[in-house]
């Protein structure tokens, strides 16, 4: 398994443990802190069906090298898609160019920090499994939509599939590879009642095998989910506005800490103190029901990763215990700048891209409340339980993310369905309210994509029935 | 380039496509930034790649590459065809007619070679100065998120099997700059930019820095205010994010998909009178512009809606076919295949002095900033975060934060009550300072 990427970039293209070695200790040895190789080889797969047949089917290959030299705070970035070891040497030069100037270090030896994980490993990747099988999903999924409802007018199916190869180097000489499968199923449906039209949208994946979505038939219960969100907003009445009790429920409204706490958390900003969390490591952050963990280590998740994209395997982080700011997420740079570990967060979205510190999969840990409990205790307020995107301003901590399927709570009992609408909070403060804790944790079906100065990565977040005694809901109705 | 298109779409014709087409990109690109002072990041690239479209009969698919080696070439034929002998076969598919096809490549200026003959270290020093004169314009300026200067220069080439070629360079170069400020424990970030085709026009990194620097500091103080339904201005670039909307929900395959709040509303009134929005790729030197859209129509100036009624969806030939409608020649090309998208678009300029829209609201919201992803583009739904400063009898008051705007999208656009005089191009879509009589703002 570990000896096949390093193979496929010999085989393919002669760049084998001598030629690296003699690269990285030629060009980029000498006075930089740290220097690395990234090698990246990618098919992905895109097949969507609208109208009843799939019109759009590609193909795509990408391949190329970053390379990286750093010494203090300077980065020195270079990468080409042409694998010919020449064009490898020149990103070298430049990327040296850039970083070499002001060192006053040798090259610190990086070890790498222990063996990889093997969480997804596969007998067939999705992306090699069979075509027609593919094809004939996409077509039951349509076939399904439109059974369930008269009112569904448009289905568009869409399964993207990919194999990511990678290898990384380091001129202390050890290089360590991973083969990243990542395969997902979308459903979105139109239903239309008159003048009125809405949308609904539902799907899952993971780092799985194409038959992921026949088991368990997850392809007909993303199906259905799809269908039951968007006939449910047909009702929605206008969503309320202004500061109410807030009830998440389990699995994608995780999508709060990936916004309100695990964007500040990451150790370029704390590094440049420019989070509203900088320095206030050991500090109270959260309610004493809250723990947060940032998990690169599950099983088969679409945030997993067996080594992040620096060569460090992924941990299990401990970002938020019982409400106490505990740990940060560091790539190699700002660990070393900051003193302090490195985490196996260091993420790039492709070769073509420096890495820097990400989630993974971030999720809080299940308490003991009953979740029909925590509803029942509310005399007013928005039960929210799924959600389209979310974004944060790190500096001031001001986080949103917009809810997409939510209801009005009345005297203990969820009543009216309300149109979409955004929720906006304070991030050091937003879970200093959360009063009740689900003995519900689930995780997201496996959709999310995380972006950050530009560079898009698939995490994974995940939350047990919470109850928030105190949010700000940016609906219509005053 | 030329003879590799020309290479490729031969081979997918004898491997059994009926009609193809395809396009390869060239680029290089540099971007510094410095932080502090201090070089952070310097990064370098060069890229390149190809994509191919196919139709066997009626059916169609892609596939992309950046491999441009001749192996590679007769790969990249082979799984496209062969995806297209999976596909279901539509008869609305197909490459335009070829009486459409642009005779000419105008040129429109979007390349400018002399401006990227700058050494590493001038580019470095141009992303200095700008963080420097923001980080100099008050002692309350403490931190940075950094300065940023980048440049790109792109080669693109397209080809159809009916007999387009045609190719285009373009340069673009771009500074910013995001200080930091903090005062009595408060902290707050905000940036200014500006992007050119050419270096030349490039703002002076002093007058950036000094924007930014001054639209951070008036962050400083952010209060919350209490939810109320209140006349909302927004900022040029926030109202150009409205229009963006618009042109989403006029775009072809939102269209046909019945995914837009502008479904069978062609000619009728979506907007207040005054609201005049035009999308025009024919613009010299612009950011948006383009000598000939993704399957080789010429660009042309579209007016999208005029005087508040929608006059054209944007289309391209796919999408038009599905609707019954010629295409807009609003198609854009990307490895999957074909979508729209627009070139220089914006709402017109109204005759309002900004100042006096503010001055002509008593207690309103004035928008600098809008986070999430709060619209719905099936209803018009509309609900994001804002930051901005609250108008209080006529003048700007006091920063405000944490708190959201809500309404539909069609009635926020009849509900525009004044038009700025202040439409500046900064990036592809612009629009002046826009006064909306009412939406709903949630805070405390």
């Known amino acids: 398994m570990l000896a096949r990427p390093e193979r496929f970039f010999a085989d393919r293209f002669g760049l084998n443990a001598g030629t690296m070695e003699r690269l990285l200790g030629g060009t980029l040895a000498g006075r930089v802190d740290h220097a690395d190789l990234y090698l990246e080889y990618r098919i992905s797969e895109e097949l969507v069906l609208e109208e009843g047949g799939v019109k759009k089917a590609a193909r795509h290959v990408s391949q190329g090298a970053g390379v990286r030299a750093q010494s203090g705070e300077r980065t020195g970035y270079a990468h080409t898609d042409d694998l010919a070891l020449p064009n490898i040497e020149e990103a070298a030069r430049q990327a040296r160019a850039i970083a070499d100037r002001a060192s006053t270090s040798a090259v610190v030896a990086v070890g790498a920090d222990g063996p990889p994980h093997d969480l997804y490993t596969l007998a067939e990747p999705p992306i090699a499994a069979d075509l027609d099988r593919k094809l004939k999903l996409l077509g039951r999924v349509d076939a399904e939509a439109r059974s369930l409802d008269p009112r569904v007018r448009q289905v568009i199916a869409t399964l993207g599939s990919e194999d990511v190869v990678v290898l990384i180097a380091t001129p202390s000489g050890w290089t360590v590879g991973d083969v990243r499968p990542l395969t997902r199923l979308n459903v979105t449906v139109i239903v239309e009642d008159g003048a009125r039209r809405e949308i609904g949208s539902y799907g899952g994946g993971g780092r799985v095998a194409f038959d992921f979505f026949l088991e368990q038939d997850r392809w007909k219960r993303f199906t259905g989910e799809a269908v039951r969100q968007a006939l449910m907003k047909l009702d929605a009445v206008d969503a309320p506005a202004g500061e109410m009790t807030v009830v998440l429920g389990p699995g994608w409204p995780g999508i709060l800490l990936h916004e309100a706490v695990g964007h500040g ?186 972006g950050k100065d530009g560079q898009s990565v698939p995490v994974g977040v995940g939350l047990p029935t919470i109850r928030i005694d105190r949010m700000t809901v940016g609906g219509t109705q005053v | 380039m030329r003879e590799l298109l020309a290479g490729l779409l031969q081979q997918a014709t004898r491997r059994g496509a009926t009609s193809a087409d395809a396009f390869v990109v060239e680029d290089q690109s540099f971007s510094a930034q410095v932080r502090l002072g201090q070089v952070d990041t310097v990064k370098h690239a060069r890229e390149q790649h190809m994509a191919l479209r196919v139709f066997v009969g009626k059916s169609v698919a892609a596939a992309s590459t950046s491999d441009l080696s001749r ?76 300065g940023d200067f980048s440049d790109r220069r792109a080669r693109y080439a397209y080809a159809t099997s009916h007999g387009f070629t045609g190719e285009y360079a373009t340069s673009s170069f771009s500074l910013a700059v995001s200080p930091v400020a903090a005062a009595n424990g408060e902290m707050q970030r905000d940036s200014w930019y500006h992007i050119a085709r050419k270096r030349a026009r490039l703002d002076a990194p002093e007058e950036i820095g000094r924007i930014a620097a001054r639209r951070t500091l008036r962050r400083l103080g952010a209060r919350r205010v209490k939810t109320a339904e209140v006349p909302v201005i927004f900022d040029p670039d926030m109202a150009a994010t409205l229009v963006r909307h618009i042109a989403g929900a006029a775009s072809g395959p939102a269209l046909y998909r019945r995914a837009s709040f502008l479904v069978g509303k062609l000619g009728e009134r979506i907007a207040a009178p005054s609201v005049t929005i035009v999308d025009d790729g024919t613009m010299p030197g612009a950011l948006g512009s383009r000598p000939f859209d993704g399957e080789g129509l010429p660009v042309r100036r579209t007016v999208l809606v005029e005087q508040g009624g929608l006059r054209s969806y944007l289309l391209d030939t796919y999408s038009g076919r599905k609707l019954g409608l010629p295409s807009t020649h609003h198609a854009a090309r990307d490895g999957s295949g074909v979508s729209v998208s627009t070139t220089n678009l914006h709402l017109q300029a109204g005759d309002r002095d900004p100042a006096d829209l503010i001055r002509s609201v008593k207690n309103g919201l004035y928008v600098t900033e809008l986070i999430g992803f709060g619209v719905n583009g099936v209803t018009g739904d509309y609900s994001r975060g804002a930051v901005g400063l609250w108008i209080d009898n006529g003048e700007l008051a006091y920063p405000v934060e944490e708190i959201t705007i809500a309404g539909n999208l069609l009635d926020m656009f009849h509900a525009v009550e004044g038009i700025g005089n202040d439409l500046v191009f900064r990036d592809r879509t612009a629009a002046p300072t826009l006064l909306i009589g009412r939406m709903t703002v949630a805070g405390s």
């Not at chain 1, 109270?284 to 945030?303: F, K, P, W, Y």
């Not at chain 1, 979205?349 to 971030?362: D, F, L, V």
């Not at chain 1, 009216?416 to 906006?424: N, S």
């Open chain 1, 265 to 450: 958390l990451e150790g370029d900003f704390n590094r440049k103190k420019t989070s509203a969390f900088s320095g206030r490591l050991g500090q109270s952050v959260a309610s004493e029901l809250v723990t947060v963990v940032d998990d690169g280590t599950i099983q088969n998740r679409r945030g997993s990763l067996n080594v992040d994209d620096e060569g460090v395997p992924t941990r299990r982080n401990v970002l938020i215990e019982k409400g106490i700011l505990r740990g940060y997420l560091q790539d190699r740079l700002n660990s070393r700048l900051m003193g302090m570990e490195v985490t196996g967060n260091g993420r790039r979205e492709s070769y073509a891209h420096p890495p820097m510190p990400r989630m993974t999969n971030t999720f809080m840990l299940a308490g003991e409340d009953e979740p029909a409990d925590i509803i029942r205790g509310v005399t007013k307020g928005l039960y929210a339980v799924n959600f389209g995107g979310g974004q944060v301003d790190i500096t001031n901590g001001r986080f949103v993310f917009s809810a997409s399927e939510a209801y009005l709570i009345e005297d203990g009992r969820v009543t009216r369905p309300v149109k979409g609408a955004t929720l906006i909070g304070n991030g050091p403060e937003a879970l200093t309210r959360v009063s009740r804790v689900g003995h519900d944790l689930k995780l997201d079906e496996g959709v999310g994509t995380c």
């Open chain 2, 71 to 146: 192996e590679s070439v007769t790969r990249l034929v082979d799984e496209a065809v062969s995806l297209a002998r999976v596909t279901s076969p539509d008869e609305m598919g197909g490459l335009p007619e070829a009486a459409e096809l642009a005779r000419q490549v105008p040129d429109l200026d979007l390349h400018d070679p002399r401006g990227h003959d700058l050494s590493p270290e001038e580019k470095i020093d141009l992303a200095r100065r700008c963080e420097a004169a923001a980080l100099e314009a008050d002692p309350r300026i403490t931190n940075s998120e950094g």
